[in-house]
């Protein structure tokens, strides 16, 4: 069997798994393979990094980023428009770019995003969750859903408000991606797998 590194194994499962369950007739509107714009709020080196694996292994534009801090935005805006450019997509516009405590909520308003990855720090989840809901954005929110109860209890309130033509994910999706569902079915097999005794006894507990 073929063996790969760890860590390109989880980035490349959870890209693939991240825009995969974003159902597609849903998400492009039609069934053609029209790039999905995405809005990128929260642009630390875990949402760059998941957002650079989405783009190389599925059809998304990153199109707007917004963040509290400058130096995030600029940093990650110069590793996307990379991977824009690449795809042939047009650099990132200044006009998409928003920094500050309400920039999502500009990204948000724009009409061009069909969908959004958040990936900030989880106690801001379920109030950019809310918003971007509201907003009819398609959304895939990074896990913890939240920090504490009450944040847990607005995300299950905002799933009841989420209507058959969104599709909304949280980031715990990983276990039904091909390459985890593969995985689990080699080590049944009795098969050697490139991944650690702990990481493959906690997912083959969650599976049961």
């Not at 109030?127 to 971007?132: F, G, K, M, N, V």
Request: charged share 25%; aromatic share 8%.
């Amino acid at each position: 069997m073929k063996r790969i590194a760890r860590r390109d194994f989880l980035k490349t499962s959870s890209a693939i798994a991240a825009f995969t369950v974003l159902k597609p007739h849903i998400v492009f509107g039609s069934t053609n393979n029209s790039a999905i714009n995405v809005g990128f709020i929260g642009c630390g080196n875990r949402g760059t990094s998941v957002i650079s694996s989405m783009s190389k292994y599925t059809n998304i534009n990153i199109f707007a980023l917004a963040d509290l801090f400058e130096d995030q935005l600029s940093k990650a805006s110069k590793t996307l428009n990379a991977f824009n450019s690449k795809k042939r997509f047009s650099d990132i516009q200044k006009k998409n770019i928003h920094q500050g405590a309400d920039a999502y909520l500009k990204l948000l308003e724009n009409k061009e995003i069909d969908a959004v990855l958040i990936s900030t720090p989880a106690y801001a989840h379920p109030e950019i969750l809310e918003s971007a809901v509201a907003a009819g954005k398609h959304v895939y929110c990074e896990k913890p859903a939240a920090t504490d109860i009450d944040g847990c209890k607005r995300i299950l309130k905002v799933s009841e408000t989420v209507n058959e033509k969104l599709s909304v994910v949280m980031g715990f999706q990983i276990r039904y991606a091909t390459p985890f569902v593969e995985m689990v079915k080699r080590i049944q097999r009795g098969v050697s797998v490139k991944l650690s005794v702990y990481n493959s006894i906690i997912f083959l507990r969650r599976s049961r």
